[in-house]
């Protein structure tokens, strides 16, 4: 639609070349958007679990957690209220890594992340898969604050930042795609930042729902 | 849910609320009824191509038909406030769609719990939509406005919430100011804590169902605050911004 219509005297501000998805602008310090309180999880209650169609769940404690091989994580990362901020610096656990752990039912192809506080939110099993995603604990070298998640959060860089859940507490595995609490509230199910999948109505497969969305 | 496109509205007044914020009319050609706290997404368009996009809440009430008010803050060296500040006059053509976001909104039922708003900064614009809709839906459920400003020139909408709770006793109107206070003020002036939110949720008969929004900090330290006074999380609904924006 660009070319159409555009705004008299209105100049870009941004000097970066770094690309940016659509719609998206560069920040440098690191905005929360949460939907209610921050929940507090003493590292002693933590737990971190997958299960659902598993041969056989699985859960670590904090102490067992941090002691999986650690990797560090340099992604740019896309919230979908229009920031975007690169080169960020982590520290965590592939997803990789874990799911080397359970056998996978073959009928596992969607993802539910429940977190601590009573948040959800639904990714495609494949969407976590070969060095896409990781569970973070540590930010710029020190823990993860409570705020933006911790203490540890889903990361998965590639889709908006609302499906890098916070407070994540384990992953549920299912055959059949799941909304989450974002996805209810209208947004998208999938979320890719470089087609602008924001909310429900820019979901690609929408034509052919409308009928029975409707 | 009808789908969420652009359209070109068109500013038909821009009204200053303090030195930084004004308030922007907009006449959509494709206005939808929305949800008091819900927002619009707003995007420029170089001549170039490049785009740029904010969201920012709505604050006029669905009552108000056929246009959208959004009060937007002017953000140093912002992008989009700084062009809308200086680049826009009345008549101008700006590309919008929404209304968009279903979580943090007040449905205004006649049986809906009281009120609870905390708000800091231009925080207030979507709780400013809920009382306005409030207003025109006629529910008299008590509400209590929470509103953190630093200094008085910075209170959004004054005289119209003064107004507001002179004539409806079931609103009350809780000024506080951080920095700087009018002279004689007799009201809070320190930064929002744990006992000043006791005292406002002390003044509920029936536990309230709280909207809170305004910067990362204020955000976090009142909902931590309306925990601590005994309210349940799921009460309690947040939207945050942070310092950046544009």
Redesign the interface.
């Given at each position: 639609?660009?070319?159409f219509?555009?705004?008299?005297?209105?100049?870009?501000?941004?000097a970066s070349n770094h690309k940016l998805p659509?719609?998206?602008?560069e920040?440098?310090?690191?905005?929360?958007?949460?939907?209610?309180?921050?929940?507090r999880i003493p590292l002693t209650q933590w737990s971190f679990s997958l299960e659902g169609l598993v041969e056989e769940p699985i859960t670590w404690s904090w102490e067992e957690f941090n002691k999986l091989p650690q990797q560090d994580f340099n992604p740019d990362i896309h919230c979908v209220?229009?920031?975007s901020k690169f080169d960020t610096h982590w520290r965590g656990v592939s997803l990789d890594t874990l799911l080397a752990q359970v056998k996978l039912k073959p009928e596992a192809k969607y993802v539910v992340a429940y977190c601590y506080?009573?948040y959800t939110t639904n990714l495609p099993l494949a969407d976590l898969l070969d060095g896409k995603a990781f569970i973070g604990h540590t930010f710029e070298s020190q823990p993860l604050a409570p705020?933006h998640g911790g203490p540890a959060r889903l990361v998965v860089p590639h889709l908006y930042f609302w499906k890098s859940a916070k407070w994540i507490q384990g992953l549920r595995f299912v055959a059949d795609d799941e909304p989450g609490f974002?996805e209810?509230?209208?947004y998208s199910m999938y979320g890719d930042p470089w087609k602008e999948q924001?909310?429900?109505?820019?979901d690609e497969d929408?034509a052919s729902d409308s009928n029975i969305?409707l | 849910m009808s789908k969420v496109t652009w359209q070109l509205g068109t500013v038909v007044s821009i009204v200053p609320e303090t030195p930084h914020v004004k308030t922007f009319t907009l006449k959509l050609p494709n206005w939808t009824p929305h949800l008091a706290g819900q927002h619009y997404d707003l995007r420029l368009t170089a001549e170039g191509g490049y785009q740029a996009e904010r969201s920012y809440s709505i604050a006029s009430p669905p009552e108000q038909v056929g246009e959208i008010a959004l009060t937007i803050e002017l953000v140093s060296d912002g992008e989009v406030s700084g062009y809308l500040f200086e680049g826009v006059g009345v008549g101008d053509e700006l590309e919008l769609r929404g209304p968009i976001g279903g979580y943090f909104v007040w449905r205004g039922l006649p049986d809906a719990p009281p009120l609870l708003l905390v708000g800091g900064g231009s925080g207030v614009v979507p709780l400013m939509a809920m009382l306005r809709h409030r207003q025109g839906v006629g529910v008299r459920t008590p509400a209590v406005l929470l509103f953190s400003v630093r200094t008085p020139d910075e209170v959004i909408y004054q005289a119209e919430l003064e107004a507001m709770a002179q004539a409806d006793p079931t609103f009350t109107l809780l000024l506080d100011y951080t920095r700087q206070a009018p002279a004689s003020w007799a009201g809070y002036q320190r930064r929002i804590d744990a006992a000043m939110l006791a005292e406002v949720v002390g003044r509920f008969a029936t536990p309230p169902q709280c909207f809170v929004c305004g910067p990362t900090g204020l955000v976090e330290s009142v909902a931590n605050g309306l925990q601590a006074a005994g309210l349940p999380p799921e009460s309690i609904l947040t939207e945050r911004f942070g310092p950046t924006g544009g």
């Open positions: 639609m660009a070319g219509f555009s705004n008299k005297g209105f100049q870009p501000k941004r659509p719609g998206q602008y920040t440098t310090d690191f905005p929360v958007l949460t939907a209610g309180p921050t929940p209220t229009k920031w506080g009573g705020e974002w209810r509230a209208g924001r909310y429900d109505t820019d929408l969305r | -």
